[in-house]
């Protein structure tokens, strides 16, 4: 069955430091997502993308923030600078259709920890 | 603007015994709405979804919801729970039109032996 894959599972890194997290969605999917869900908290909207640009992004995803799509196969999400405050669980997700009959597939996530 | 409102934050049941996890959402438009499930330290997986067909959604592991928008609920059930089925559970709601997917703030299932 196809899936989303995420790596690195778990990352650790020091404040300050960029960190890039991948994705590869599912091949024949269309949209593409990034949430984040803080340790014992809600899952949270962070960006989509769609035909190479963003499509919609919440008041999370400062410019601190950037998604690419570098080839056919990879979608990726940057964080420049890291703080204490972005420690959380990091989920990629795609789908077919967006909105309507459209549900999100996801990916294991990727922990961040920033010390 | 599409939000979503998950009503109790833990439910415990016995093994056995029905589940009910409550969830109303606002929604503009026409909403899709889904519920997924997430196990200890796993991704999220869907258990069902609704986009307008049947109000009665069946998904996965017995679970089911029905739509009610006069109530703007969506409520999910399942008949008997069973052990495996202690998880968050996540409400999620979606606009017809828009690239965003809204989750509730997550139901956590305990379920007794």
């Known amino acids: 069955e196809p899936e989303v894959t995420q790596t690195p599972s778990h990352q650790v890194t020091q404040m300050g430091q960029e960190v890039i997290l991948r994705c590869v969605p599912i091949?024949?999917?269309?949209?593409f997502y990034w949430y984040r869900q803080i340790l014992g908290q809600k899952v949270e909207f962070l960006v989509s993308?769609?035909?190479?640009?963003?499509?919609?992004k919440s008041e999370i995803f400062d410019d601190q923030f950037s998604v690419e799509r570098p080839d056919g196969s990879n979608f990726t999400l940057k964080i420049r600078s890291t703080k204490l405050e972005d420690s959380a669980m990091y989920f990629c997700?795609?789908?077919?259709?967006?909105?309507?009959?459209?549900?999100?597939?996801f990916g294991e996530g990727s922990r961040l920890t920033v010390l | 603007a599409q939000s979503v409102t998950q009503l109790d934050s833990h439910v415990s049941v016995s093994e056995g015994t029905p589940v009910l996890l409550r969830c109303n959402y606002s929604?503009?438009?026409?909403?899709?709405l889904f519920w997924y499930v997430q196990h200890p330290n796993k991704g999220l997986q869907l258990l069902l979804k609704y986009t307008s067909a049947a109000t009665l959604v069946k998904g996965i592991n017995g679970f089911e919801a029905e739509f009610k928008k006069s109530e703007t609920s969506f409520h999910l059930t399942k008949p008997s729970a069973h052990m495996s089925d202690a998880a968050e559970y996540f409400c999620?709601?979606?606009?017809?039109?828009?690239?965003?997917?809204?989750f509730g703030t997550g139901t956590r299932l305990k379920v007794l032996a």
């Open positions: 993308f769609y035909n190479n640009e963003i499509s919609e």
């Open positions: 091949s024949n999917h269309l949209y």
């Open positions: 999620v709601v979606s606009d017809q039109g828009t690239y965003k997917y809204i």
């Open positions: 997700a795609s789908s077919y259709r967006s909105g309507r009959a459209g549900e999100l597939f």
């Open positions: 929604s503009s438009y026409s909403p899709s």
